[in-house]
């Protein structure tokens, strides 16, 4: 695999930003180019490209390996491993530009409810400026100030965290709700479903020890004797179902593909 | 013509959502605060993932993939935590590795915050390789090559110059791999890390029915379910931690919802019965 000799000097430094810079203005250029190419030459190219990729990754799988437990596709994995990072760092970058642009535009045409625009927007750039300062602390590019540190653990452990912690606590309102209302015994069927509900739900937890020492075992009964063999059968459905969509993907025969 | 009220049973079916939900709170924080401490019947797939890990020998090194975000700290956070624990108390060596941002620095805040607890140095006994975009291909990247995958941990060393990785060129080399997440990330696991290596497993309540099947046919040795299994494990550990302040909280809104289940099927089977005797 080709790499760059010592990229610490001045010189691999100088060779490492022409690159970024050739790819980058290769990039922008391309995007051009796309977009010059009528819907039926861009679709071949989403098709080639997608069926090249779906290729090499199936055959790396499927193909023999050596005493090293490799193939001749093997080596490939960590160049197409940097590709994937750098496409998601590109899809980064468009879904942040299309974020800002689409609420900066509500926030200067005042649109409805620009004001959540304008606090998304705030958040965004100090979130943003705060976490992207606290990497390069980590990684001892910039001094962690106090104002960073005590900043960074505001805005995330103090703030995000327990918001994002809050939002998913709510299911368990929702469901208690949602159990007391829906679930009905009107049939046989529903009566053994709702018994073996509850004798998991208090066997798994220590207060069934404490009523019975022998509930621990029967819910680990119904989890492993019952529980599991229904899994392994819609797993296998899953899985054949699963495999007839990654080949519909990979032949770009599913609709809005591209 | 005098038309009668509602009757206790119509008025419990149509109960305000609200004062369900304040039941709840109110349960949930009467038995956070309680200090009742109840023992419980360790599961055998908790005492498996003991088990494996006492197997483990000083120096032996150890990939935690931690891949969940807040959203799921009240189960995750107690598994990840009991398991650093365990895996100083046999002085193993460790790596954190995460699939997004969120749960890379959830991860590797919690793990500085743990391990001065046991002598800890980062480099020397643990690092964080950061987050990968792609779980598959950096699996089969690591297994490939390590160090040209993951390149630099999170501090911006290379990983070749950390004392912790020195000698390690593939993940073949670890002697386990702990997967804490409430995703289905774990068949990518089984599917593409090496075989010799061991796989454990701390998924979130619900996606703990589905990894049954890979416990029966051994691809996973271990599972801590959730805060409870946090719980059993910690209990094994012979410590308090988070998954016991929790179970309790947990134990008794599992009574609380088996309760309104029964009291519902009571009250719709009261009133079909009061309608059909009022003809």
Known sequence: MWQIQNPNTPTGQLILWMIVLGAFIMIMGLVPLLHALPPRGRRAIIVIITFITGLFFATEFFLPINKEQKNFLTDAIQPAQQAVQVITALALGLGTYGLVRLHLRNVVQRRTQWGYSLVLLISFVVMATFSIANTLSEQGLVEKTPLLEQGFKLLFDYTLVQLDAAMFSLIAFYIFSAAYRAFRIRSVEAGILMFTAIVVMIGVVPLGATISPYLPGVANWILTSLNAPVQRAIEFGVGIGGLAMAIRLWLSLERGVT | MQTRGPSIWERMLSIDRRILYLLLFANIVLF???????????????????????????????????????????????????????????????????????????????????????????????????????????????????????????????????????????????KMIIDVTPSATVPFWISYAPKETKILYCPTSVMAAEAYTFLDSGQIKGMITGAKGAQEYEQLLGIVGLGTRFVNAISFSHVLIILFIFLGNLALFMNRRQMRQEG
Do not use: C
């Open chain 2, 32 to 174: 956070l605060l309680l200090p009742i401490r109840m023992r419980a019947a360790v599961s055998p797939p908790v005492q498996k993932f003991y088990d494996e890990i006492e197997k483990l020998q000083p120096g032996d090194l150890v990939m935690i993939s931690s891949n969940w975000s807040a959203s799921t700290l009240a189960e995750n956070q107690p598994q990840l935590e009991a398991v650093i624990r365990h895996l100083m108390r046999k002085k193993a060596k460790f790596t954190l590795i995460s699939v997004e941002a969120q749960s890379r620095d959830i991860s590797y805040r919690l793990a500085s915050r743990l391990t001065p607890e046991g002598g800890y140095e980062y480099g020397r006994d643990w690092a964080h390789f950061g987050f990968v975009t792609n779980l598959i291909v950096s699996i089969k990247g690591m297994v490939n090559n390590l160090p040209d995958t993951i390149k630099k941990d999170v501090r911006g060393t290379p990983v070749s110059e950390l004392p912790l990785l020195k000698g390690i060129t593939s993940l073949r080399q670890y």
